[in-house]
């Protein structure tokens, strides 16, 4: 299973991206899906996460600005990201519960995309 995350760039700030991620491979089903970002010299922490059934959680710092969504078709997980500010500049990294045959799960990283907020 891979994970193949886009959509980050260069932008300024109060400006919107959108963060995509596919997961491709031998997928039987899929759990939850979540965003994840990493700063320089910070901690990766979760972003905003959605699960099977559509239930979603956020970040106290994003809520009202990031909608996360999921096409179960298309095994993929996107990040709509709204009146971005400075320190909203990270590596942007989904993750995906994946399961091969309905029993066993399997927890997948997408590569990271770069999102940079000019002030």
């Known amino acids: 299973v891979q994970l193949q995350a886009s959509g980050g760039g260069l932008v300024q700030t109060g400006g919107s991206l959108r963060l995509s991620c596919a997961a491709s491979?031998?997928?039987?089903?899929?759990?939850?899906m979540a965003w994840y970002r990493q700063a320089p010299g910070k901690q990766r922490d979760m972003v905003a996460l959605v699960s099977n059934g559509g239930s979603t959680n956020y970040a106290n710092s994003v809520k009202g600005r990031f909608t996360i969504s999921r096409d179960n078709a298309k095994n993929a997980v996107y990040l709509q990201m709204n009146s971005l500010k400075h320190e909203d500049t990270a590596v942007y990294y989904c993750?995906?519960?994946?399961?091969?045959?309905?029993?066993?799960?399997?927890?997948?990283w997408g590569q990271g995309t770069q999102v940079t907020v000019s002030s």
């Open positions: 491979g031998s997928i039987f089903s899929t759990n939850v």
């Open positions: 993750h995906v519960d994946v399961t091969r045959d309905g029993r066993n799960w399997y927890s997948y």
